[in-house]
């Protein structure tokens, strides 16, 4: 589940997993200690490059910050083309560095690495990274594997007739969700009853495992529709019989394009109860985006079909909406589910809950996450593990909400038979559930009374014969809270297309940080001189963004942040590689240089008539040629020195002969 989340959206980037605890997050004086680092790597940098050697730092000690060890600023390190800070900071951490970086220090910066080991670098250099041995990074700074946005475009800029039609039938949808929420009951979608004696010993080790089943990768419109026939009847259903449905369950994952604040559907992975097979969307190949939402819609919006999700109000309702305008209606979310049976403000990372249902495999699931969650999903060929973690991510899910709502109706029996309160007092509606590393997870599993060893808490025997019927299930308040929040998360979707540009730019944060340090004085951040120039610049920009969109028919967001619309009013860049400072990978319409826009930016800011406060874009790669330069014409000097010498020393001694 590719679920990162580096801006400043809240609700989306709860659901991101720090490969730290987050309890260790650094202080306020810390974070002045990492700063003055910072400032001095960025002095010590530029003196290396200006061949100022000064006071040689070859004894330089490494700066200790609570848990995290930063490398000793020697001269040999200043002079590399750029500089790893530790892995050991926690995601909330980096976000705090890369915001001094472009801010007050006019540092490039970045992150890279596998989840588990991501890391900031940081350079003097516009080019600095490019010396960086990491693929992936690489791979994203030349530009390859950008999202197609010209052939990928959001399902509101369809004709108009199409468009209001849909936005028609999506009320009508969001009606049914807003009742399964009022009544959970409602949603469910089978019948007769439960018998958890017969569940008491499943675990994840029946389900057949990825290894074992069958997977097919759609990337054609013919495939995708064979897909979804096969997905309703089965494998080799009879196509003259198609009266009687039998798909009750389908689960769901997908993986995003996340840049900025552009994020996009880069895959769709399902399998459901008809078959013992996956399937993975590509909606990049040619013509399956635009057949998605007639293919896929009826799925996802009927009420008949239980869809399974693990994270569902992070990125992938919001995105299957803004995307192709698809609702999800009638949905079970396995990590909220997990939360209410750990009685707890915090979802369960899928490999963790796996692990603990008995996969026997969780740890290679785990590595394959921390490898391929945060890769660029935009690259095609996609690699056959990356498929392999992507079938992970829904191979699982439809027998881990039975195991799930097993449990929690099997908590609702203890507590009701020990006079417990039932969880009232337990509200879940009001928070987005959060990932969390494997470690963090078991913790909190070990020590979750309600979730270990069920069995022995309570003073009763579950019966030999513990059946429930369904229509008794709305008696059982954690199994119904459950279901509630989990259809509240799906009416957490995109507003539409004028979300984005209605958007009100004096609400943004960045700018909000700006006034507010301007008028408290505060410069550790760089903003205490914002004028009221600076903002007239940022709305002209905003306005030139909104015409840009409607101009390529993409998202606003598509085109550029206000965050980095708010840096350029404030730092007034000049080209391309002094914007890299703010985020090292541009939007891809800024960055194009075959497209006008960042000329267009540039010719709204020159006509401010404002100084620039950004410091100008120096080169590792120049810098070296500079050097070699001046080495040679040296050299050369000290050729010609030498023959004036002796010419003149042979001339001086044939004179004083002549004399004599």
């Known amino acids: 589940m590719g679920k990162t989340r580096r801006r400043r959206n809240k609700k989306w980037y709860h659901c991101q997993s720090s490969n730290q605890d987050d309890g260790n997050n650094l202080s306020e004086v810390e974070l002045i200690l990492v700063k003055k680092f910072l400032s001095d790597y960025r002095s010590l940098a530029y003196d290396a490059r200006s061949r100022r050697k000064g006071i040689l730092n ?23 083309p750029y500089l790893d800070l530790p892995e050991t900071l926690s995601a909330k951490d980096r976000r705090k560095i890369h915001a001094l970086c472009f801010q007050s220090l006019d540092l490039y910066h970045a992150g890279i690495g596998p989840k588990s080991k991501r890391r900031i670098v940081v350079s003097i250099y516009a080019d600095g990274f490019r010396f960086i041995p990491d693929e992936e990074f690489e791979s994203s700074y030349t530009g390859a594997h950008k999202f197609p946005y010209s052939m990928c475009k959001p399902w509101y800029y369809l004709d108009q007739k199409t468009t209001a039609k849909r936005l028609s039938e999506i009320e009508d949808e969001k009606q049914l969700i807003h009742q399964f929420v009022k009544y959970p009951e409602k949603s469910l979608t089978y019948s007769g009853s439960l018998n958890l004696s017969d569940m008491e010993l499943l675990d994840l080790s029946a389900v057949p495992s990825v290894e ?44 995003m394009y996340n840049q900025g604040n552009a994020v996009r559907t880069c895959l769709i992975q399902l399998t459901s109860n008809t078959m013992q097979k996956d399937y993975i969307i590509d909606p990049l190949a040619p013509g ?40 999800v209606v009638n949905v079970f979310d396995t990590c909220e589910a997990a939360s209410i049976a750990r009685q707890s403000k915090g979802g369960m990372n899928l490999a963790a809950l796996c692990k603990h249902y008995g996969l026997q495999t969780w740890a290679h699931y785990r590595d394959l996450k921390d490898r391929f969650q945060t890769i660029n999903w935009c690259k095609r060929p996609l690699s056959k593990e990356a498929l392999e973690y992507g079938r992970y991510d829904v191979r699982y899910l439809i027998t881990l909400r039975r195991l799930l709502v097993r449990d929690l109706l099997k908590m609702d029996m203890i507590n009701s038979s020990n006079g417990l309160n039932n969880g009232s007092d337990y509200d879940s509606s009001n928070y987005d559930s959060t990932s969390m590393s494997e470690s963090t997870a078991e913790q909190l599993l070990s020590s979750s009374s309600h979730w270990s060893s069920i069995s022995e808490q309570g003073n009763i025997t579950m019966p030999t014969e513990a059946i429930i019927s369904v229509s008794d299930l709305p008696s059982f308040e954690k199994v119904m809270k459950a279901i509630s929040i989990s259809q509240k998360r799906c009416l957490k979707v995109w507003a539409g297309k004028e979300e984005g540009e209605n958007e009100s730019i004096l609400r943004n944060q960045s700018f909000i940080s700006m006034i507010k340090q ?27 963004r909104t ?37 090292y990978i541009l939007p891809a319409l800024i960055e194009d240089k ?67």
């Open 518 to 544: 301007s008028a408290n004085k505060q410069n550790h951040c760089g903003a205490y001189n914002w004028t009221d120039k600076n903002t007239k610049l940022y709305t002209e920009l905003a306005d030139w």
């Open 212 to 255: 074992d089943t069958t997977y097919e990768l759609i990337d054609t419109v013919a495939k995708l529709k064979i897909c979804v026939d096969e997905l309703r009847y089965g494998i080799g259903h009879n196509t003259t019989n198609k009266h009687t449905t039998k798909l009750s369950e389908l689960a769901f994952d997908m993986e």
């Open 594 to 660: 075959s497209l006008p826009y960042f000329d267009e930016m540039r010719k709204i800011v020159s006509a401010m008539d404002m100084t620039q406060t950004t410091t100008d874009a120096v080169f590792y790669s120049l810098s070296g040629k500079v050097e070699e330069n001046v080495n040679t014409f040296f050299a050369k000097k000290e050729r010609q020195i030498f023959i004036a010498t002796a010419v003149i020393s042979v001339a001086a001694i044939i004179l004083t002969k002549r004399n004599k």
């Open 547 to 583: 015409k840009v969109a409607e101009r390529e028919s993409v998202d606003v967001n598509d085109v550029c942040s206000l965050d980095l619309l708010c840096w350029v009013s404030y730092k007034i860049p000049r080209n391309r590689s002094e914007l890299r400072r703010f985020e």
């Open 58 to 80: 070859s004894e330089a000690k490494a700066l200790v910050v609570g848990e995290h060890i930063f490398p000793p600023l020697t001269d040999e390190l200043c002079s590399q």
């Open 288 to 327: 399956v985006w635009d057949a998605i939402c007639n293919e896929l819609g009826p799925l996802f919006s009927n009420p008949g079909i239980l869809k399974i999700g693990h994270g569902i109000g992070g990125m992938d309702c919001s995105s299957l909406y803004r995307d192709f305008g698809i609702m």
